[in-house]
């Protein structure tokens, strides 16, 4: 590919994973700090980044980016990421409906295992399925911490909520989510840009935020 060939794949796409290995030298640094510049530049942004660092994205959260992979790349970030043998990945490649997702959970448990070990993993697994079923286990979901000034007034608005924590870049972003009836809150759709919150919506100190059908996030006081 030429340069403007490169440069026009970049704009045309939103969402990049940048990898190195697992103990990477100058070059490969700078190589990879040279691109997120680069993309910063077509107006991309860092909003939904994922780190290898717990304390940056937690265990769970690195769990759940690799359980929402799209449907077509699941079996080539299995290929590519995870150490599982070719002969039982080869036997995914047919899989669909509930399948894909068993394969989606098995991307997710494999490289959160490879970089945070078993139990984190096991504890990313459960979490999840524990959400998905209904059971609402918020013990190892992301969370995010308000302080006083957050609640400006004593409330805070659900666009300003979800840029502070980290669900959405932009309250541009998070406007076209909530009208697109993509946000709930306290398990209930919220429609109205306008909404706000306040101490009293907390249920012993915590709100659960759930972003489109699968990232849910615990916000407290």
Known sequence: ????????????????????????????????????????????????AVWLDPNKTSPFEFYQYWRNVGDADVLKCIRMLTFLPLEQIDQMADWEGAKLNEAKDILAYELTKLVHGDEEADKARQASKALFSGAGDAAHMPTTELTNDDLGGGQINILNLMVRCGLCASK???????????????????????????????????????????????VTL
Not at 172 to 178: D, K, N, P, S, T
Not at 191 to 197: L, M, S, V
Request: a positive charge.
């Open 1 to 48: 590919m030429t340069v403007s060939e490169v440069a026009a794949y970049l704009r045309a796409h939103d969402k990049y994973l940048i990898l190195t290995h697992r103990r990477p030298d100058g070059d490969t640094l700078g190589c990879a700090a040279a691109l997120c510049a680069m993309l910063r530049q077509m107006g991309k942004t860092a909003g939904n």
């Open 172 to 218: 541009g972003e998070a406007r076209r989510l909530v009208q697109q009836g993509g946000v709930s809150a306290v398990e209930e759709k919220v429609t109205d840009i306008g909404k706000t919150f306040s101490e009293t919506d907390f249920s012993e100190g915590q709100l659960i935020l759930k972003k489109g059908k699968k990232v849910f996030h615990k």
